[in-house]
């Protein structure tokens, strides 16, 4: 039997009042000013991985377009292509390490590379010779976070090699902090420190412009914390989203840095009924329903979609709403007197993205990177 998809289908599929991830475009813009003030000048690198941290790449392009954002970040290559395929010109830096074999997309895509290994060097200059292509790269300095970068005991290896490597360019140095969640941090104090010197040898022996190579080591708390890490460019991921890593720290830093969430996921309940005293709700019945009449609703998203499962049995509140029983695959059960019109869960009246994150021992960084696939992703002009 075939099935075919038509124009019907599609606008049934499209009008369904399935959950919905909504992004406000005026909460994006609202903290891209922000990061514009505190930043005073130097450039904006915007990180877009993992699906733009969950709120979808394609839905996001338009703005940062608009916005004339600088410098977009990838994980990969892979991403760096999605973002040429849907019309960026700017560039495009790949913040994280590659394998021989993705080459190829960095000079079909124009995409900029991250260096973080010696072996990188040689890879790039021989098919660099062997394509007749050149490639800009940005020499990443493991300077403490001990996962992808050149170590400072590889330092005078790597400028002996780059001397030699005539098909690739410098064009930035940059590191990055395994912690700047707090100014003052001796660690980090040393580390920018080093930065500087290394970086300053890099500039001198391979006989480069300071002015033409962009120093950047500043993630989103070093942007907030460490102002005289900018350099020529910070890098705010989780700040650009609207989002601090915990509840206290948004209350402590929220009143000085008012960024504003832009993430919203609401839905409609698929079902909304009365359950006897004594019925079980949900997986293994951990929730018993305390007298008759008791009013429930069910609603059609589950930790398939990012609703983590370590939610369930936590006296957690969907805004006013508490959660009943197990979070399951594609349905989550609240208390409360529903009727047939949207309600906010994630975000908005609902639960805070950073709270989700906190009560499920995790964090808001990794709630965003979780929102399911089968979520709609809209970009809308409204705050939530």
């Keep these: 039997m075939h099935f075919q998809q038509t124009a019907g289908n599609m606008n049934s599929e499209s009008a369904a009042p399935y959950p919905s991830v909504k992004i406000s475009r005026p909460a994006l813009a609202h903290n891209l000013r922000l990061l514009r003030r505190i930043n005073q000048g130097s450039k904006i690198l915007i990180p877009v991985k993992a699906n733009a941290y969950g709120c979808g790449i394609h839905v996001l392009l338009p703005f940062f377009q608009d916005a004339q954002v600088d410098y977009l970040g990838v994980a990969n290559p892979f991403e760096g292509r999605i973002l040429r395929e849907g019309g960026w010109d700017k560039p495009i830096l790949n913040l994280?390490?590659?394998?021989?074999?993705?080459?190829?997309?960095?000079?079909?895509?124009?995409?900029?590379?991250?260096?973080?290994?010696?072996?990188?060097?040689?890879?790039?200059?021989?098919?660099?010779?062997?394509?007749?292509?050149?490639?800009?790269?940005?020499?990443?300095?493991?300077?403490?976070?001990?996962?992808?970068?050149?170590?400072?005991?590889?330092?005078?290896?790597?400028?002996?090699r780059l001397k030699n490597a005539s098909h690739l360019k410098v064009k930035g140095i940059f590191t990055h902090f395994p912690s700047a969640d707090r100014p003052g941090e001796k660690k980090t104090l040393e580390q920018i420190e080093s930065f500087e010197k290394i970086a300053s040898k890099i500039i001198q022996h391979l006989?480069?412009?300071?002015?033409?190579?962009?120093?950047?080591?500043?993630?989103?708390?070093?942007?907030?914390n460490y102002p005289e890490s900018h350099y020529d460019m910070i890098r705010p991921g989780i700040l650009f989203y609207g989002y601090f890593h915990s509840v206290a720290d948004k209350k402590e830093l929220g009143k000085k840095f008012p960024f504003r969430g832009s993430v919203k996921i609401s839905a409609r309940p698929i079902s909304h009924r009365n359950l006897p005293a004594g019925a079980g709700v949900s997986y293994g019945s951990i929730f018993t329903v305390p007298h008759d009449d008791f009013k429930v609703g069910v609603f059609?998203?589950?930790?398939?979609?990012?609703?983590?499962?370590?939610?369930?049995?936590?006296?957690?509140?969907?805004?006013?709403?508490?959660?009943?029983?197990?979070?399951?695959?594609?349905?989550?059960?609240?208390?409360?007197?529903?009727?047939?019109?949207?309600?906010?869960?994630?975000?908005?009246?609902?639960l805070q993205i950073e709270e989700a994150g906190e009560f499920s021992a995790s964090f808001s960084y990794e709630i965003l990177c979780k929102l399911g696939n089968r979520l709609r992703r809209r970009l809308v002009d409204e705050d939530f």
């Excluded at 394998?99 to 973080?116: H, K, V």
């Excluded at 190579?213 to 942007?223: D, E, G, K, R």
């Excluded at 370590?310 to 695959?329: Q, W």
């Design 96 to 160: 994280g390490g590659f394998f021989p074999e993705a080459i190829d997309l960095f000079s079909d895509y124009q995409i900029e590379i991250s260096l973080t290994d010696l072996w990188q060097i040689d890879a790039l200059q021989s098919h660099g010779l062997k394509h007749d292509c050149r490639y800009q790269i940005h020499i990443k300095l493991d300077l403490g976070m001990g996962r992808i970068g050149i170590r400072d005991s590889q330092i005078d290896e790597m400028i002996n």
């Design 207 to 224: 006989s480069l412009k300071r002015e033409n190579v962009i120093l950047h080591t500043a993630n989103s708390y070093a942007t907030i």
């Design 300 to 350: 059609p998203l589950g930790y398939a979609d990012g609703i983590p499962r370590a939610l369930s049995g936590n006296n957690i509140y969907f805004g006013e709403y508490p959660l009943l029983g197990r979070v399951t695959m594609d349905q989550i059960i609240l208390g409360g007197d529903f009727n047939d019109t949207e309600y906010d869960l994630l975000g908005g009246k609902g």
